[in-house]
């Protein structure tokens, strides 16, 4: 039993919920070589996020949590490999990985997390022809995607080299869904005005991670140019995004040259990759402390006038996994570990009630999550790798949860080398 300011986590209870998980995986995976109707075919099986009809296709960024979840299992290490596989060949064929792999999905993206991903398959295998290709199909997606410059088409690299979220639709409300953060109201309703926080976060790390395997691959001035990008977008983002009055990081309006000041969790991720200083990481964690915490875990939002799904009372896997990691990753452990058994607890609270994890939480009040546009899903693959994933993280905190100490396996998974 682990017990910390009144959370309590049993082993036992721990180890029915990763027997559930582990049994339920079989019923997530998808095998669809061709195209069919609307569904595009892909060259290696693949999870859905749930077992509903309404998720067939392989999803972008739901990808990253199962693949770093599996990448080492002894079943399900080469479908995990495979899952990365087919967003490169999604980038192969079509230039974009799209939503989610049906061609209606073609017309947006969703978070970029492909250099990660890669980086974790390479360090698995090992295999530099398979990182060599992999690498130029990486490039290949950031410039034309993500630095994109094309009116109606890849049009979001759009002030001062900083880059928005698009539909090719040119519709707000399809370039908040290509956000992941379908719906919310941090985007006021206008989200191609913004250039959002995590999302040039995110562009960092595929900066770093570029100029990292431009090295591993002995391309020394491909390496030198990413690292300058990356130099260039933090200071970007310092000057933009970051406010030392409250002391976090904001989406920036660049229609009408100011900060948002809604408080979210995405804030978060320039800690997550590294981009914080120490004492901006600090004034973070206070804004976390007072404002995100909740009794189950971290919210992602305080609460707006008006809320949806990813907003007050929820709380999703990723965004708990990216917070604490965050934490971690500037030496906030105990915090992180506080965090970590908060949402174990929960997980494990609604799973002896329901007998199922769920896709999104009420972390304000402890249950199943707020709909929005559909009913809220169980048996859900992002929920179900985060756990797995915390289980590992919870482990290494109670052996030694010294403020600083970090894991060797989650240092080099991250790419924080």
């Known amino acids: 039993m682990v017990k910390k300011t009144g959370i309590q986590v049993d082993k036992k209870e721990i180890d029915q919920v990763l027997a559930y998980i582990e049994d339920y995986w079989p019923k997530l995976v998808r095998v669809h070589k061709k195209d069919h109707k609307t569904l595009i075919g892909l060259p290696d099986p693949y999870i859905i996020p749930a077992e509903s009809d309404v998720f067939q296709e392989q999803y972008y960024w739901d990808t990253y949590p199962v693949v770093r979840a599996l990448i080492n299992h002894p079943k399900y290490s080469q479908l995990a490999i495979g899952m990365v596989d087919n967003l490169l060949y999604l980038v192969e064929r079509f230039g974009i990985i799209p939503n989610g792999s049906r061609f209606y999905f073609l017309s947006r993206s969703q978070p970029p997390l492909l250099s990660s991903l890669v980086w974790i398959v390479y360090q698995k295998t090992k295999d530099k022809k398979w990182f060599a290709r992999a690498a130029s199909l990486l490039e290949e997606e950031y410039n034309g995607v993500w630095m994109g410059k094309v009116h109606l088409r890849n049009f979001r690299n759009v002030y001062r080299g900083l880059s928005r979220y698009y539909d090719i639709n040119a519709v707000n409300v399809l370039a908040e869904a290509e956000s992941g953060w379908d719906l919310t ?19 960092y790390l595929y900066e770093v991670d570029l100029a990292k395997a431009y090295e591993e691959l002995g391309d020394i001035k491909k390496k030198e140019k990413f690292y300058e990008k990356a130099r260039v977008r933090n200071q970007v983002i310092t000057e933009l995004m970051w406010d030392e009055k409250t002391g976090y990081f904001y989406d920036y309006d660049f229609v009408n040259r100011e900060k948002s000041h809604l408080v979210t969790i995405a804030g978060v991720f320039p800690l997550n990759v590294g981009i914080a200083s120490a004492k901006q990481a600090e004034r ?13 875990g ?3 939002s305080v609460r707006f006038v ?16 990216r917070t604490i990691e965050g934490l971690m990753r500037y030496g906030y452990n105990r915090l992180a570990k506080r965090i970590v058994l908060k949402w174990l607890s929960l997980n494990i609270e609604i799973f002896k009630e329901t007998g199922n994890l769920w896709e999104k939480y009420d972390v304000v009040h402890g249950k199943i999550g707020v709909p ?8 859900f693959a992002w929920t179900n790798a985060a756990f797995v994933i915390l289980v590992r993280v919870l482990n290494f905190l109670e052996k030694d949860a010294t403020e600083g100490a970090t894991p060797v396996w989650l240092v080099r998974r991250l790419g924080w080398l």
Do not use: H
Not at 284 to 291: E, G, L
Not at 372 to 379: I, L, S, V
């Open 185 to 203: 109201a941090r985007f006021m309703g206008r989200c191609m005005d913004f250039l959002p926080i995590d999302l040039n976060s995110l562009l």
């Open 372 to 379: 929005d546009r559909y009913p809220t899903p169980y048996g």
């Open 284 to 296: 973070v964690v206070s804004v976390i402390q007072k404002d995100l915490q909740e009794k189950y």
């Open 306 to 321: 008006e809320n949806f799904q990813w907003d007050w009372p929820n709380g999703w896997a990723p965004m708990q996994l």
């Open 298 to 300: 971290i919210v992602q």
